[in-house]
């Protein structure tokens, strides 16, 4: 699913392991992180996050993901409450202030957001992910959440400098900008480069300004997404 675009095989690939054991909590959460991700089958995806959280209720992996799954389903209150709850459970799980951070977003809680990722950064010990937390702190203090975006590009842009960064965050950081250009010649490297992260395009809360352009829809049928 995530590197082929291969989503009808992907599924099939997913029934067979749930034939070969019901239980394996894994393979039911990373199905619900996928169709999540591709969007369309929200309560399916919860459902299926909810049992792998039934099957393993302790795993800070499978309580972060079920927020995550939230958030893509634009249930953003019920994100901060699971995130908030893996976070309390496992204080120093990075990945659950990142998906606590990514739930502050879609609620455009800027502030909150901005002390979430500079958990994640300092958790994770991904000097990267400091950086771009305090571009963005430096920039909403100077001049609110537009020049937070801007110095931001600016950090992820000379990141992919010395090293991979996503081409398709750059993109969303240039739409929730307003540059739509410059979001869509981000979108167009990120295919080229087969970043995986295009599997989200259509549950990405960030590209929602794209949608009602035809270029947005073009990227939808070559990445293969389930219209």
Same mark, same amino acid.
């Given at each position: ?20 054991? !019901? ?19 929200? /309560? ?9 959280? &039934?099957?393993? !209720? ?25 995130? =908030?709850?893996?976070? $309390?459970? $496992? ?13 502050? @977003?879609?609620?455009?809680?800027? !502030? ?9 950064? /300092? ?35 000379? /990141? ?7 081409? @398709? ?10 540059? =739509?250009? /410059?979001?869509?010649?981000? @979108? ?9 992260? +295009?599997?989200?395009? =259509?549950? $990405?809360? +960030?590209?929602?300004? +794209? ?13 293969? +997404?389930? &219209?």
């Amino acid at each position: 699913m995530e590197h082929d675009w291969d989503f009808a095989g992907g599924e099939g690939e997913y029934k067979k392991s749930f034939e070969l054991d !019901p239980n394996d909590a894994l393979a039911h959460l990373w199905y619900a992180f996928d169709i999540g991700m591709i969007g369309g089958r929200d /309560q399916e995806a919860l459902a299926e996050a909810n049992r792998a959280h &039934q099957l393993d !209720p302790l795993s800070p992996t499978i309580s972060t993901t079920v927020g995550e799954v939230h958030t893509m389903a634009r249930q953003y209150d019920e994100a901060i409450i699971a995130c =908030k709850k893996a976070a $309390n459970e $496992n204080p120093t799980f990075a990945m659950a202030h990142f998906c606590l951070a990514r739930a502050y @977003l879609g609620k455009r809680m800027y !502030p909150q957001f901005i002390e979430e990722w500079k958990a994640y950064g /300092q958790l994770s010990s991904d000097q990267n992910e400091s950086d771009f937390a305090s571009a963005m702190e430096q920039g909403f203090r100077l001049a609110g959440w537009k020049s937070a975006l801007t110095k931001g590009i600016e950090i992820r842009q000379a /990141q992919r400098k010395t090293g991979y960064y996503s081409p @398709l965050v750059i993109a969303t950081l240039y739409a929730d900008l307003g540059d =739509k250009e /410059q979001a869509f010649r981000w @979108l167009n490297t990120a295919y080229q480069e087969r970043d995986w992260l +295009l599997v989200g395009l =259509k549950t $990405n809360f +960030l590209l929602d300004p +794209l949608h009602s352009d035809p270029r947005f829809a073009e990227l939808v049928r070559k990445v293969g +997404l389930p &219209q």
